[in-house]
């Protein structure tokens, strides 16, 4: 149980640590045979690029994890601390309706791309692969929110207002 507690807690930062690592050092290789060796190698700059579109759509679910997403707040401010929460809390709703949108229709163009011949131009793998993180990333969001929306709900009937009814970065999301 402790080490679901850990993944739950870590899970995005340990997969960020590990690709940007890898970025690293294929463009460290990259750079190193281009000057030190005379010669290119094709595939660290692809894979590179293909590692940075995961350490994105990754990194989307870190930041909202952490409530570092672009939100709008002015209205918050203005309304009574019930109508602020429940539009907190609808602000998170619709952006879950949006997420299963994007895990839908990713997947299905996962499936379409998986389906055909499409390959990467220096490594020559299926581009339904680099394609897949899109509805993982979007999955993995639509789980940060939910928890989010966990958080918020008690909240909803409560006397005070908070701060911020997201996650901050210095509380656990075990708390939850």
């Known amino acids: 149980m402790n080490v ?29 045979s281009r000057f030190l060796l005379n010669m290119s190698l094709d595939w660290s700059e692809e894979l590179a690029r293909f590692i940075f579109i995961w350490l994105i759509y990754i990194s989307i679910s870190l930041a909202a994890k952490y409530n570092r997403h672009i939100r709008v707040e002015a209205l918050k401010f203005v309304l009574p601390p019930f109508l602020s929460k429940l539009v907190d809390l609808f602000a998170l709703l619709c952006w879950l309706g949006f997420n299963g949108y994007m895990i839908f229709h990713g997947a299905d163009m996962v499936t379409q791309i998986l389906n055909t011949t499409q390959t990467s131009a220096a490594i020559g793998l299926n581009m339904g692969y680099i394609y897949s993180i899109v509805p993982i990333g979007f999955l993995l969001m639509s789980i940060r929110i939910l928890q989010q929306i966990c958080k918020a709900l008690p909240l909803l009937f409560s006397k005070e207002l908070p701060k911020n009814i997201m996650l901050d970065k210095n509380q656990q999301i075990g708390e939850i």
Do not use: D, G
Not at 20 to 29: A, K, N, P
């Open 4 to 32: 679901l507690k850990k993944l739950n807690m870590h899970f995005e930062e340990y997969v960020c640590m590990l690709l940007l690592s890898l970025m690293v050092l294929l463009i460290l290789t990259q750079v190193a």
